[in-house]
Every structure is written in C-alpha cells, then in structure tokens.
C-alpha cells in the first residue's frame, strides 16, 4: 500500500484547513487509515485514525472536537478536517495505514507510512 497525502498548507489561528491521504490499493473493509503529527523538536504522535469498513475513529485528546476524519469510500481516500487551527497544531503531518480493523494509536502498529504534509498555524 503507498499513502499520497495532499493538503495542508498554511491557516491563521482559528482558521481551517484540509489534508487528504489516498491509498494505491484497494483498502475498503480491511483497513484502519489515519494521521500522526511530529511537530519540530518534538515525537511523533498520534492524531486520528478510522477503520474503513465501519467508520469507527479515534481522535488524540488535544484534537478532539477540532478536527474529524472521514472515509471517501469510491476513491480509498481518508481526508482530516481541521477547524478551530492553534498554532500548536503546526505540523508535518503523516497519513498512516495497518491492515485490520482494530483501533490503535502507537507509531509501531502502522506498517505502512506516507509522506507527510505540512500544516502551519500562525498566531
């Protein structure tokens, strides 16, 4: 499976932005999609993730409420919203896939890896 993310950018504090993750392969009913962060200096950590065939999320505790996580089913593409942007959520931002359809939220579950995408937040 390879990720291709798209998105992010550049958004003020408070505003939004969107970030897209496209798998290569087919990955309906038997994956669990999402999103970790590593901030400069910082480890990474985990953001968002959605198993495919239920729509089933989890979302880290500082994003909760702020940004969600959607499935696109015809185009195995998982898209994050992110509202509500703080200047603490800058960012590169990795799409992550397992196979599964368990919820898990550690670095070492998630076999396969895309290139990330950066999102900054200016105050």
């Known amino acids: 499976v390879q990720l291709q993310a798209s998105g992010g950018g550049l958004a003020q504090a408070g505003g939004s932005l969107k970030i897209s993750c496209a798998a290569s392969?087919?990955?309906?009913?038997?994956?669990?999609m999402g999103w970790f962060r590593q901030a400069p200096g910082k480890e990474r950590e985990f953001v968002a993730v959605i198993v495919w065939v239920n729509g089933a999320s989890k979302y880290a505790d500082t994003v909760k409420g702020r940004f969600t996580i959607s499935r696109l089913s015809g185009r195995n593409t998982v898209r994050l919203e992110m509202d509500s942007l703080k200047p603490e959520d800058t960012a590169v931002y990795y799409c992550v896939a397992r196979p599964g359809n368990i919820i898990r939220s550690n670095t070492d579950d998630y076999a396969y890896w895309g290139r990330g995408t950066q999102v900054t937040v200016s105050s």
């Open positions: 392969s087919r990955t309906s009913g038997t994956y669990t």
